[in-house]
């Protein structure tokens, strides 16, 4: 009888909390019905393209096919993509490229908004000329370092060899171990403003008070940072950080345009691999396993992405 | 009554029939061209002699008053191309909306290696345009998946000999033709004399095998510092297998046995002695003597352009069209830099490819060919099929399938050979009898829908694999044909 009861107050109450929730969209009507076109638009463009690939990564794809005579081969591309010495190469490629870009454009990043932070003759000019990497188009900048890192007439090999530093030019990206390093490079002189102008953003946002009451405390300048400026951009970081670890597991137009994924896929990162998967090997099953897998990692970032988020509006109150 | 003897009337009909073709082929058509007598002096021989009227043979394939739409995409000009080709693909463009001005033409150019990756992502969402021109490579892949309509010269007004037999077979799959060839080529081996000639080699002889091409690209590097033989193995690009085939099959080597006589296509030969020899050769210059460029890996054959009239580059091969190119890039050169590249295009100089041990010698035969699609794959779901025909009419006439090849290749239309553009060409275009000379060596690639992956990432990589010490030469070559044998296996 106590049971009986125990379950028809939980019936009431899931009644309840459902009329209440029905209630409230409604009240809330206009909003959804503001929001509807967006809602429809994500779903054609990514719902189904999503689902698709998902659909599509349990498929077998032979060139000789059209991709509407796929073979169901069930968990196949996914077991054979988890065998293939490729993937591993490619994955830890792909780990060094995301931690090493992330990390170092992140510090160096962090280190020109705190040199800039200060007022001093020529700061406008320098911040502007410190933005230029991140304005300029990826494509015409990959271009450029790959001229740049030329292995017979590239730039960097000509000065050293002029200044009698080296007796032939380097070879930064026909080599299997310098490549990814140079390729990197490469990436950090990218992604760097962007971290730079975020933390900008995020120092005007530390009370010049707390800095002024910490010096007049006896408080040197790493204790301030320490103490004070580091605990007020924690959130900005971690969400500069999440952005650009964002971005560069999905980088694609350096490592492609300047090298292909090559050497012998030395620098053939996830999307590199994935591209010529599918469109030059036609392999749509195994490329679409592939981008199946890397979804789940970069959702998982986002998760946090999104958490941090919420930290921050937690911590201002705002919700 | 008169009785009509059944003997007499075939004997009659059959000499009326003979008359009737032999003065159509003498007036309308002429006389075919004999592959049989291939040679310079009988490519010169025949270049003059005939008169064409495209848009007269074109308007009884598609009326000139006729009204349409159609969409075409196509292989078009690049950075390496001479300007003289940008040019003939322009006027082509004016003409053909001159000559049928009642079709609304949407042309779409691609770069060799954007259109393959372009096209086929169009045709997965059936956005393909109505007609295409693909490189030669193309046409099996798109044809065995059912694309392509079927296609072939009489469909716009040519015969199937008009043609070159080994062009047609990569435009044929199961015994259907789907597509007609707008251009062939052979390329030949180009080198710099003035560097020869300081290197202490023969100014005026190539070098006759690769075994050569490895001790001269070692002589030239040892003794004057600079790059002996232009090497090239990035992956996806179409340049690759171009340079490194011809010299696979001089070896003995091939992917298959795609160098005989009939092909079969049923046993990889990647890891045969005689590939890996080849392979071993390619890497002597790279790793062993470092006689190549070190960008070998990442560039591709416009890389070496440069390189070349820098004089930093001793031979290389190439199109007919590259003596054009330098000829156009010297003129952007300026100050002492035009003078030194001056002196390279004075020294240029080009031969026949070089042959194996056994004397073979062999070339790509390369070249593209124009398609129409099947309706279900093209925007919209419909093709103006009389549109179509009326480009590819005009494409693959004998004067425009000369012009649109004018300093990059050859007509895929035999009877522009003949034309006296053909002449002109033989008059103004440097070295164009040596690389009409390679095409009777000229070995198309495999004929299967696996090729494109073949030739652009599996052979590439094999390169890249061995000349970055990855692999050994013999892991590198076995590495490669497992990898053959899964994908014609159908695995993933």
Known sequence: MTILTGKAEAHRRLQSDKSGMLRKIWSHRADYAYVLPAIVVMLIVIAYPVYYTIELSFFNTPPGLQLRDKIFTGLDNYTAILKSPVFWKVTSNTLIWTLASTLIAFVLGFACALALHRDFAGRGILRAILIIPWVISAVAASYIWKWIYHSDFGIIGAVLVGLGLADRPPNFIDSVSTVLPSLIVVNIWREF???????????????????RAAKVDGANAWQRFCHVTFPHLRNVSTVTILLLAVANFNSFIIPWIMTGGGPSNASHIWITHIYELAFGRQRWGVASAYSVLLFMIVMSLGYFYVRALSGNERKDGSV | MTRISFGRAVLHGTVSTALMVSLMSGSALGAPVDLS???????????GTQDFDTAGDCAKVTPLDYKGRLTFWYQGVFEGDPDLLRQYYKEFFENFRKTYPNIQLEEQALTYNDLLDKFRTALLGNAAPMAVRLQILGG????????LQPLKPEDVGYSTEDFWPGAMKAVTWEGTTY??????????FIWNADIFKRAGLDPDKAPATWDDVVKYSKQIHDKLGVAGYG???????????????PQLWAYGGGVFDEASANPTYKEVQLNSPQSKTALQASYDMYVRDKSVPVSALTNQQADNQPLFLAGQLGMMISHPSDYNVMLDLQKKATATDKDK????????????????????????FGGSNIHILKPEYVEGGKVDEPAAKAIICMWTSPEWSLKMAYAGSNPGNLNGFKTKWMKERLDSIKFLDVTTSMLPYGIPFPALPQSPEIMNIIVPDMLQNALTGAMTVDQAADDAAKKVKELMDGGL
């Open chain 2, 140 to 147: 099996t892949e798109f044809a065995s998946k059912g694309y």
């Open chain 2, 37 to 47: 007598k291939w040679s310079p002096e009988y490519v010169r021989s025949i270049a």
């Open chain 2, 341 to 364: 590249a001056q002196t390279v295009i004075d020294n240029m100089r080009y031969g026949l490819i070089p042959t194996g041990p056994d004397g073979k010698r062999a070339v790509v």
């Open chain 2, 179 to 188: 597509g007609i060839p707008t251009n062939n080529e052979t390329m030949a």
């Open chain 1, 193 to 211: 403003p962007f971290a730079m102008i975020m933390m900008m953003a995020g120092l005007q946002t530390v009370p010049d008070q707390l800095l």
């Open chain 2, 231 to 245: 090497l090239v193995a990035r992956k996806n690009a179409g340049n690759t297998p171009y340079r490194f085939m």
